[in-house]
């Protein structure tokens, strides 16, 4: 009999159980910028020889960039070019981008890092002005346009960076860092304002 109730009541608690996003529903709205949590993602970290990029571009449904600094986006997954064989994949339509790269036999190594990262909106007229109060990288139009990713630093912590429209930029950081960043961006957006 207590082996039964021991079970239940750890069943109960499996069942109570609940992740939750970090930061989830966190929102700043300042004058000219929004800083805002973006609902969860699937997320792959991929790398590849050149040889098995075209099979891996065609499983994942959009061609993998090959220029640094550069996107692609199609159908709700983006794919940010972060090295000579590397590139974050990420999937907002939810669908699975380890699944799709599991059917292909070219040699690549994918990682499943959904959990790992949170993505941070920064949106509006004064969207990078707030960035590059922590990020040292150029974010003028003509040097990092819509579309421009890179791996680069906000403060301290390392992020992965997206233009994502004129005046709207997707920041990228592991959970672990994400309260510190969005309390940057927040601080940034506030004397952005100013």
Same mark, same amino acid.
């Given at each position: 009999m207590a082996k039964a109730a021991a079970k239940t009541k750890a069943a109960d608690a499996s069942a109570a159980t609940e992740r939750r996003p970090a930061? +989830?529903?966190?929102?700043?709205?300042?004058? *000219? !910028?929004?800083?805002?949590?973006?609902?969860?993602?699937?997320?792959?970290?991929l790398r590849a020889p050149e040889t098995s990029v075209a099979a891996l571009?065609?499983?994942l449904a959009v061609t993998l960039p090959a220029k640094p600094k550069s996107s692609a986006a199609?159908?709700?997954?983006t794919a940010?070019?972060?090295?000579?064989d590397?590139?974050?994949?990420?999937?907002?339509?939810?669908n699975d981008p380890?699944?799709?790269? +599991?059917?292909?036999?070219?040699?690549?190594? *994918? !990682?499943g890092i959904s959990h790992r990262n949170v993505a941070i909106s920064v949106a509006g007229p004064t969207a990078a002005v707030t960035v590059n109060s922590g990020c040292p990288q150029d974010l003028s139009l003509e040097a990092f346009p819509v579309g421009a990713a890179s791996r680069t630093?906000?403060?301290?912590s390392e992020i992965v960076l997206l233009r994502t429209a004129e005046d709207t930029f997707r920041v990228e950081c592991w959970r672990s860092f994400s309260d510190y960043v969005f309390t940057l961006l927040s601080e940034a957006a506030s004397d952005a304002a100013n």
């Open positions: 930061l +989830a529903g966190r929102a700043v709205s300042a004058p *000219a !910028v929004k800083v805002e949590i973006l609902p969860p993602a699937e997320r792959i970290s571009s065609k499983a199609k159908g709700g997954r940010l070019w972060l090295g000579p590397e590139w974050l994949v990420i999937d907002d339509a939810g380890l699944a799709d790269c +599991a059917k292909v036999s070219a040699l690549h190594s *994918a !990682v630093i906000l403060g301290k």
